[in-house]
């Protein structure tokens, strides 16, 4: 198992403010989440299509503070 990374694109997600103020992931799933594709070139919202990242490539991710988050997973 290794541990990789999809990109957020905090600028273009629109997230569901909660009325209880609770992250769940009910949350999440309502909220319209935009991923940064392969190779850092372009966007999509189909988790699917959304590039997938090492540690080591987060590095060479361009942007300015609170413009992206690395939201982690373990792949094979």
């Given at each position: 198992?290794?541990?990789?990374?999809?990109?957020?694109?905090?600028?273009?997600?629109?997230?569901?403010?909660?009325?209880?103020?609770e992250?769940t992931?009910?949350?999440?799933?309502?909220?319209?989440?935009?991923?940064?594709?392969?190779?850092?070139?372009?966007?999509?919202?189909?988790?699917?299509?959304?590039?997938v990242?090492?540690?080591?490539?987060?590095?060479?991710?361009?942007?300015?503070?609170?413009?992206?988050?690395?939201?982690?997973?373990?792949?094979?």
């Amino acid at each position: 198992m290794k541990r990789c990374y999809r990109i957020i694109c905090l600028k273009r997600s629109n997230f569901v403010a909660s009325n209880l103020h609770e992250y769940t992931s009910e949350w999440y799933d309502i909220s319209s989440v935009c991923y940064w594709m392969p190779d850092y070139s372009g966007y999509t919202y189909n988790i699917d299509e959304a590039g997938v990242y090492t540690l080591e490539e987060l590095d060479h991710a361009g942007g300015s503070h609170l413009d992206w988050f690395a939201s982690p997973f373990w792949t094979e």
